[in-house]
Protein backbone atom coordinates (compact mmCIF):
# COMPACT_ATOMS: atom_id res chain seq x y z
CA UNK A 1 0.00 0.00 0.00
CA UNK A 2 0.91 3.39 -0.53
CA UNK A 3 0.18 6.70 1.25
CA UNK A 4 0.95 10.46 1.08
CA UNK A 5 1.55 13.60 3.18
CA UNK A 6 1.38 16.80 1.60
CA UNK A 7 3.36 18.96 4.28
CA UNK A 8 1.75 22.23 3.98
CA UNK A 9 -2.37 22.53 4.10
CA UNK A 10 -1.43 26.42 3.13
CA UNK A 11 0.89 28.16 0.98
CA UNK A 12 0.35 31.80 0.72
CA UNK A 13 2.41 33.45 -2.15
CA UNK A 14 2.72 36.82 -3.61
CA UNK A 15 1.93 37.10 -6.73
CA UNK A 16 5.41 36.47 -9.32
CA UNK A 17 7.37 35.17 -6.79
CA UNK A 18 7.84 31.01 -6.52
CA UNK A 19 6.15 28.46 -5.28
CA UNK A 20 7.41 25.13 -3.83
CA UNK A 21 4.54 22.55 -2.56
CA UNK A 22 6.32 19.42 -0.92
CA UNK A 23 5.20 16.42 -1.18
CA UNK A 24 6.62 13.10 0.46
CA UNK A 25 4.98 9.23 -0.13
CA UNK A 26 5.86 6.32 1.21
CA UNK A 27 5.62 2.65 -0.45
CA UNK A 28 6.89 -0.59 -0.51
CA UNK A 29 7.10 -0.68 -4.04
CA UNK A 30 8.30 1.36 -7.13
CA UNK A 31 5.77 4.03 -7.42
CA UNK A 32 4.02 6.25 -10.01
CA UNK A 33 3.66 9.92 -8.83
CA UNK A 34 1.41 12.91 -9.49
CA UNK A 35 0.43 16.29 -9.22
CA UNK A 36 -2.97 17.24 -9.84
CA UNK A 37 -4.99 21.12 -9.65
CA UNK A 38 -8.21 21.29 -8.43
CA UNK A 39 -10.03 24.81 -8.77
CA UNK A 40 -12.83 25.82 -6.89
CA UNK A 41 -16.39 23.91 -7.85
CA UNK A 42 -14.51 22.04 -10.48
CA UNK A 43 -12.54 18.52 -11.05
CA UNK A 44 -8.95 17.11 -10.92
CA UNK A 45 -6.50 18.25 -13.50
CA UNK A 46 -3.28 16.69 -14.19
CA UNK A 47 -0.08 18.85 -14.09
CA UNK A 48 2.35 16.14 -14.27
CA UNK A 49 3.60 13.12 -14.02
CA UNK A 50 6.52 10.83 -13.26
CA UNK A 51 6.46 7.32 -14.30
CA UNK A 52 10.21 6.51 -14.90
CA UNK A 53 13.46 8.14 -16.44
CA UNK A 54 14.69 11.92 -15.30
CA UNK A 55 13.76 12.81 -12.21
CA UNK A 56 12.88 16.13 -13.00
CA UNK A 57 9.48 16.51 -14.54
CA UNK A 58 7.78 19.48 -16.20
CA UNK A 59 4.29 20.33 -16.31
CA UNK A 60 1.63 22.36 -17.87
CA UNK A 61 1.61 26.21 -16.55
CA UNK A 62 5.44 26.72 -15.82
CA UNK A 63 5.00 23.95 -12.82
CA UNK A 64 8.10 21.03 -12.52
CA UNK A 65 8.29 18.60 -9.86
CA UNK A 66 11.62 16.48 -8.93
CA UNK A 67 11.81 13.16 -7.95
CA UNK A 68 13.96 11.81 -4.89
CA UNK A 69 13.75 8.26 -4.57
CA UNK A 70 15.93 8.38 -1.16
CA UNK A 71 14.22 11.21 0.32
CA UNK A 72 10.61 9.61 -0.45
CA UNK A 73 9.42 12.97 -2.19
CA UNK A 74 8.14 14.93 -5.12
CA UNK A 75 8.24 18.76 -4.53
CA UNK A 76 6.23 20.71 -6.94
CA UNK A 77 7.72 24.05 -7.87
CA UNK A 78 6.76 27.11 -10.01
CA UNK A 79 9.65 29.91 -10.43
CA UNK A 80 6.76 33.19 -10.86
CA UNK A 81 3.30 32.21 -9.81
CA UNK A 82 0.14 34.26 -11.06
CA UNK A 83 -3.07 35.01 -9.16
CA UNK A 84 -4.52 32.60 -11.83
CA UNK A 85 -2.47 29.73 -9.77
CA UNK A 86 -4.64 30.35 -6.80
CA UNK A 87 -6.32 26.71 -6.13
CA UNK A 88 -5.67 23.02 -4.14
CA UNK A 89 -2.99 20.92 -5.45
CA UNK A 90 -2.72 17.38 -4.96
CA UNK A 91 -0.21 14.98 -5.02
CA UNK A 92 -0.97 11.66 -5.68
CA UNK A 93 0.71 8.42 -5.86
CA UNK A 94 0.07 4.33 -7.18
CA UNK A 95 2.57 1.37 -7.21
CA UNK A 96 3.48 0.38 -10.88
CA UNK A 97 1.26 -3.20 -9.73
CA UNK A 98 -1.64 -1.13 -8.95
CA UNK A 99 -1.77 1.63 -11.69
CA UNK A 100 -5.01 3.63 -11.61
CA UNK A 101 -6.07 2.94 -8.46
CA UNK A 102 -4.40 6.86 -7.16
CA UNK A 103 -4.02 7.30 -3.12
CA UNK A 104 -3.91 11.26 -2.46
CA UNK A 105 -2.76 13.76 -0.15
CA UNK A 106 -4.53 15.96 1.96
CA UNK A 107 -3.70 18.64 -0.55
CA UNK A 108 -2.45 22.28 -0.55
CA UNK A 109 -3.78 25.20 -0.97
CA UNK A 110 -2.45 28.18 -3.02
CA UNK A 111 -3.92 31.33 -2.09
CA UNK A 112 -1.96 34.07 -4.44
CA UNK A 113 -2.21 37.89 -3.77
CA UNK A 114 -0.78 40.75 -5.46
CA UNK B 1 -12.55 20.05 -20.74
CA UNK B 2 -11.54 16.14 -20.56
CA UNK B 3 -14.51 14.56 -22.28
CA UNK B 4 -15.45 13.06 -19.09
CA UNK B 5 -18.94 14.15 -17.89
CA UNK B 6 -20.75 13.33 -14.64
CA UNK B 7 -24.27 14.38 -13.73
CA UNK B 8 -26.30 15.12 -12.06
CA UNK B 9 -24.00 17.83 -10.69
CA UNK B 10 -25.52 18.73 -7.25
CA UNK B 11 -28.17 16.22 -5.07
CA UNK B 12 -29.64 16.41 -1.99
CA UNK B 13 -31.10 13.05 -0.45
CA UNK B 14 -32.22 12.01 2.98
CA UNK B 15 -30.34 9.73 5.64
CA UNK B 16 -31.14 6.26 4.72
CA UNK B 17 -32.05 6.72 1.16
CA UNK B 18 -30.18 5.28 -2.17
CA UNK B 19 -28.30 7.33 -4.77
CA UNK B 20 -27.55 7.29 -7.94
CA UNK B 21 -24.53 8.95 -10.17
CA UNK B 22 -23.29 8.56 -13.64
CA UNK B 23 -20.60 8.83 -15.30
CA UNK B 24 -19.32 8.99 -19.25
CA UNK B 25 -15.77 8.14 -19.72
CA UNK B 26 -13.89 10.00 -22.23
CA UNK B 27 -14.17 8.54 -25.91
CA UNK B 28 -11.74 5.24 -26.18
CA UNK B 29 -11.59 4.83 -22.79
CA UNK B 30 -12.67 1.50 -20.88
CA UNK B 31 -11.54 1.94 -17.09
CA UNK B 32 -13.53 4.32 -14.94
CA UNK B 33 -12.47 4.69 -11.43
CA UNK B 34 -14.56 6.75 -8.84
CA UNK B 35 -13.12 8.69 -6.06
CA UNK B 36 -14.59 10.38 -2.89
CA UNK B 37 -13.24 13.72 -1.85
CA UNK B 38 -14.80 14.65 1.47
CA UNK B 39 -15.15 18.78 2.43
CA UNK B 40 -11.28 19.73 2.99
CA UNK B 41 -9.80 16.57 2.13
CA UNK B 42 -8.16 14.69 -0.80
CA UNK B 43 -10.32 12.45 -3.28
CA UNK B 44 -10.38 8.34 -1.54
CA UNK B 45 -10.15 5.81 -3.87
CA UNK B 46 -13.93 3.61 -3.93
CA UNK B 47 -13.24 1.16 -6.92
CA UNK B 48 -12.73 0.75 -10.67
CA UNK B 49 -14.13 -1.17 -13.65
CA UNK B 50 -12.17 -2.37 -16.31
CA UNK B 51 -14.03 -3.96 -19.07
CA UNK B 52 -17.82 -4.16 -17.40
CA UNK B 53 -15.61 -5.78 -14.31
CA UNK B 54 -14.88 -4.41 -10.90
CA UNK B 55 -11.18 -4.43 -11.01
CA UNK B 56 -9.54 -3.08 -7.07
CA UNK B 57 -11.48 -1.66 -4.13
CA UNK B 58 -10.82 0.90 -1.84
CA UNK B 59 -11.75 1.03 2.14
CA UNK B 60 -15.37 1.63 1.16
CA UNK B 61 -18.46 -0.36 2.74
CA UNK B 62 -20.58 -3.00 0.28
CA UNK B 63 -23.39 -0.87 0.56
CA UNK B 64 -21.33 1.65 -2.15
CA UNK B 65 -21.51 -0.41 -5.32
CA UNK B 66 -21.40 0.01 -8.92
CA UNK B 67 -21.59 -0.94 -12.97
CA UNK B 68 -20.02 0.01 -15.80
CA UNK B 69 -22.00 -0.38 -19.07
CA UNK B 70 -20.56 -1.94 -22.50
CA UNK B 71 -19.70 1.79 -24.14
CA UNK B 72 -18.20 1.91 -20.58
CA UNK B 73 -19.68 4.55 -18.96
CA UNK B 74 -20.14 3.88 -15.73
CA UNK B 75 -22.54 4.50 -12.36
CA UNK B 76 -21.88 4.62 -8.77
CA UNK B 77 -24.81 3.55 -6.20
CA UNK B 78 -24.60 4.13 -2.64
CA UNK B 79 -27.51 2.58 -0.38
CA UNK B 80 -28.96 3.39 3.50
CA UNK B 81 -26.90 6.67 2.79
CA UNK B 82 -25.54 8.17 5.89
CA UNK B 83 -24.28 11.97 6.84
CA UNK B 84 -20.68 11.40 6.56
CA UNK B 85 -21.56 10.01 2.57
CA UNK B 86 -22.03 14.23 1.41
CA UNK B 87 -18.72 14.62 -0.83
CA UNK B 88 -17.95 15.54 -3.72
CA UNK B 89 -17.65 11.83 -5.90
CA UNK B 90 -15.48 11.99 -8.94
CA UNK B 91 -15.02 9.74 -11.77
CA UNK B 92 -11.73 9.46 -13.97
CA UNK B 93 -11.66 7.68 -17.19
CA UNK B 94 -8.18 6.09 -18.79
CA UNK B 95 -7.10 3.91 -21.08
CA UNK B 96 -4.77 1.15 -20.11
CA UNK B 97 -1.81 1.56 -22.27
CA UNK B 98 1.57 0.80 -19.98
CA UNK B 99 3.18 4.14 -18.57
CA UNK B 100 1.25 6.30 -20.39
CA UNK B 101 -1.93 5.85 -19.21
CA UNK B 102 -3.44 9.02 -17.82
CA UNK B 103 -6.47 9.19 -15.31
CA UNK B 104 -8.84 12.13 -16.78
CA UNK B 105 -10.99 13.51 -14.31
CA UNK B 106 -14.57 15.17 -14.48
CA UNK B 107 -15.91 18.29 -12.82
CA UNK B 108 -17.54 15.83 -9.87
CA UNK B 109 -21.44 15.77 -8.30
CA UNK B 110 -21.40 16.89 -4.85
CA UNK B 111 -23.46 15.19 -2.64
CA UNK B 112 -25.51 16.34 0.27
CA UNK B 113 -27.73 13.93 2.91
CA UNK B 114 -29.08 16.10 5.69
Known amino acids: AQSVTQLDSQVPVFEEAPVELRCNYS??????LFWYVQYPNQGLQLLLK??????LVKGINGFEAEFNKSQTSFHLRKPSVHISDTAEYFC????????????FGAGTQVVVTP | ETGVTQSPTHLIKTRGQQVTLRCSSQ?????VSWYQQALGQGPQFIFQ???????GRGNFPPRFSGLQFPNYSSELNVNALELDDSALYLC?????????????FGPGTRLLVL
Open chain 1, 50 to 55: YLSGST
Open chain 1, 92 to 103: AVTGTDSWGKLQ
Open chain 2, 27 to 31: SGHNT
Open chain 2, 92 to 104: ASSQPGGAQETQY
Open chain 2, 49 to 55: YYREEEN
Open chain 1, 27 to 32: SSVSVY
